[in-house]
């Protein structure tokens, strides 16, 4: 039970360190959009029209662009086919309301062109689903149960299923990468060509990006270092 509650709390460890860094990278975007979103683009369109002109652009018509609440809430819903925009994106004339939408518009045009990496992503959500569930359930009996849990299955066995789940959870966060930065590289290419924004809105539209995708950067460190510490436990376990 010990050495299962000690394995579990070097996990913790790690945890908690990427959390404060990721706390750190919002922090740095919540600032950085704010920063930008008090830039009001030269000619007066807001992120909703933005995004609406993007999907007629690149022929796409049978997509909604929606207002949902929240800081920070935007995302592309692939089952629904709506681009769903925040109300500080949604409603207002900035630069970082402009890339936003764009963003998120860039995750449509993926699904439209069936994107491998996004189908990749797409298809991978169950199994991310389940192994998440199964890591909850292996963490509560560690924490609880350690005991019955120590004499029900040798270590080895724990420890085994438990980097077959982060495995999974890691491949996920990596798979995003791309599907991220493709968004982001779409929206910057598509925002300068059309004389969405000036050269100057461009250079703020890009930093707060990339200040968004370093957000799943640092998510896809912390699966990669979790995933290499309960790896080297388990080789640990078998000497």
């Excluded at 022929?59 to 929606?66: K, L, M």
């Excluded at 968004?212 to 078998?238: K, N, P």
Aim: neutral net charge; hydrophobic residues 55%; charged residues 15%.
């Amino acid at each position: 039970m010990g050495e299962m509650f000690s394995m579990h709390m070097g996990a913790v460890i790690i945890g908690v360190v990427f959390m404060l860094i990721s706390l750190v990278v919002a922090g740095r975007l919540r600032s950085k959009f704010s920063k930008y979103s008090k830039v009001q683009l030269m000619n007066g369109m807001t992120g909703r029209e933005v995004a609406e002109r993007m999907l007629r652009d690149n022929g796409i018509t049978d997509v909604e662009v929606i207002q949902v609440g929240g800081q920070l809430t935007d995302h592309y819903n692939p089952a629904k086919k709506t681009v769903n925009l925040s109300e500080a994106v949604y409603n207002q004339s900035s630069a970082a309301a402009a890339a936003v939408a764009a963003h998120e518009v860039g995750h449509a045009v993926q699904h439209a062109t069936a994107y491998k990496w996004l189908n990749f992503r797409s298809a991978m959500v169950p199994i991310q689903n389940a192994s998440g569930m199964i890591m909850n359930v292996i963490v509560m009996a560690m924490i609880f149960g350690g005991a019955a849990l120590a004499s029900t299955f040798p270590l080895s066995t724990v420890i085994w299923v438990i980097v077959g789940a982060q495995a999974v959870m890691t491949l996920f966060t990596i798979i995003t990468l791309p599907v991220e930065f493709d968004a982001s590289k779409r929206a910057v290419q598509w925002i300068e060509a059309n004389g969405i924004v000036t050269s100057q809105e461009h250079g703020m539209a890009k930093d707060a990006l990339k200040w968004a995708a370093m957000t799943y950067v640092v998510a896809a460190l912390a699966a990669i270092t979790t995933l290499l510490y309960w790896v080297m436990m388990l080789a640990g376990s078998r000497d």
